[in-house]
């Protein structure tokens, strides 16, 4: 087991083309079982870096590395403080209730 905290992750995604629909609903599961949903195709996430590493097989596997894109932006370690802080204009956003998820 790795001894480094986990690090937070914004990840984004754009699934497109035939098919589409298809991808998209099962990244979006992958997502759900991963992290916290934010907006339509953002998620905030909390991964160990073996958590990381199954999160992008799994996306790996799902998505048409030709059209469709999933990016991942590191933000630090999950333990910061301020880490899980985000900022809004218009709507605003709640934190997410942290729930753990037993898959």
Avoid at 33 to 53: D, K, M, T
């Amino acid at each position: 087991m790795s001894g480094r905290p986990p690090s937070l992750y914004l990840v984004c995604y754009d699934i497109c083309g035939d098919g589409a629909p298809k991808r998209w609903r099962r990244v979006y599961r992958a997502m759900r079982a991963h992290g916290e949903h934010l907006q339509y195709s953002v998620f905030r996430c909390s991964l160990s870096p073996i958590q990381l590493e199954q999160l992008l097989d799994t996306l790996e596997q799902v998505i048409d590395s030709d059209t469709d894109q999933v990016m991942f932006i590191p933000l630090g370690q999950s333990s910061a403080p301020r880490s899980w802080r985000a900022f809004t204009i218009g709507q605003s956003i709640d934190d997410p209730e942290r729930v753990v998820r037993i898959i």
